[in-house]
Each structure stands twice: as structure tokens, then as C-alpha cells.
């Protein structure tokens, strides 16, 4: 990859992270508000969401800029996952650490469950669990995304020499 995209790719997943920033921010406005009534609940399942989707649209972003496609069967939330988490020789070093892959995984659940259980009231303990595991996943992926670009910028400055 030269240097003119792999500085091209690095606006675009920079612009995705600040888009992370705001929803993480609108999360934690959220639990300020607190947890006392089902709407303060709903509104705060629907960030974590918001967080998942926000996250998911920056693997898509790198899958789409490397790979050319995401995929579009049933099962192309856990396979971009997957995907994601391996480098791909001669393509792309791994985005996903272990430890964001694994959080990923487990939030993809609470987006299914989010998305699809429609007049389902949201357990207050469950969501705790969801929360910890959304706050936890911003942070790792903060950090994959300056370990990605770090691998990125020095492939393209070693092809460049």
C-alpha cells in the first residue's frame, strides 16, 4: 500500500473513531440520568447499540478499503468479526485484538437481542453486564486502532524506501 492511501485510510478510520467518541459521550450522559425508569433503560440500551453499530461501520470501513466487500449472508456479523481479527497476508495486518474480538462478540448478542425483541422489557441486570462490556470494548478498540495504524503507516513507509 503507498503512503498517499495508507494516510487516506487513516482520516477515514480517524473520522469513524471521533463518530465512536460522540455515542460513547451520549453514553455516559445517559447513565447520568440514571436507571430508574424503563425509558432511562431503553435509552441507554440503545447507546451501547449505537456503540456496537459504531464500531461494526469502522470494521466495515477497513474490510471494504482492503477487501473490497463485507459480505451480505446471514451470518456476516460474526464473520466480519472473524475476519477482522487476522491479519491478511500482504493486505492488511489484524485490526481486532483478542481482547476487542472477544467483547465484540459478546455485544453483537445484545444487538441481536436489541434489534429483535421487539415490546421486550430490558433487565436491569443484563444491561449492567452490556455496559461494562461496551465501556470496556471503547477502550480496546482505542487501542487496536493505534496499533493498526502504526502497522499501516510503517508498511507504507518500508515500500516506500
Not at 503512503?3 to 465512536?20: D, T, V
Not at 455516559?28 to 440514571?34: F, H, K, M, N, V
Not at 437481542?113 to 433487565?123: C, K, L, S, V
Request: charged share 30%; with cysteine; proline share 2%.
Amino acid at each position: 500500500m503507498d503512503r498517499e492511501r495508507a494516510i487516506r485510510i487513516k482520516a477515514e478510520i480517524k473520522a469513524q473513531f471521533r463518530l465512536m467518541e460522540r455515542v460513547s459521550d451520549k453514553l455516559d450522559s445517559r447513565l447520568e440520568d440514571g436507571w430508574d425508569t424503563p425509558g432511562q433503560l431503553d435509552s441507554i440500551a440503545y447507546q451501547i447499540h449505537n456503540l456496537y453499530s459504531s464500531v461494526e461501520d469502522l470494521l466495515k470501513l477497513i474490510a471494504s478499503a482492503f477487501e473490497n466487500n463485507v459480505g451480505s449472508d446471514g451470518g456476516w456479523h460474526r464473520s466480519l468479526l472473524l475476519r477482522m481479527s487476522q491479519p491478511m497476508e500482504g493486505i492488511r495486518p489484524a485490526f481486532l485484538s483478542e481482547e476487542s474480538f472477544d467483547l465484540m462478540d459478546r455485544l453483537r448478542t445484545f444487538r441481536h437481542m436489541f434489534r429483535h425483541a421487539y415490546g421486550a422489557d430490558i433487565d436491569k441486570d443484563q444491561l449492567r453486564g452490556n455496559l461494562v462490556t461496551a465501556q470496556n470494548l471503547y477502550d480496546s478498540i482505542a487501542r487496536d486502532i493505534d496499533n493498526f495504524l502504526c502497522q499501516l503507516i510503517d508498511s507504507a513507509d518500508d515500500r516506500n524506501l
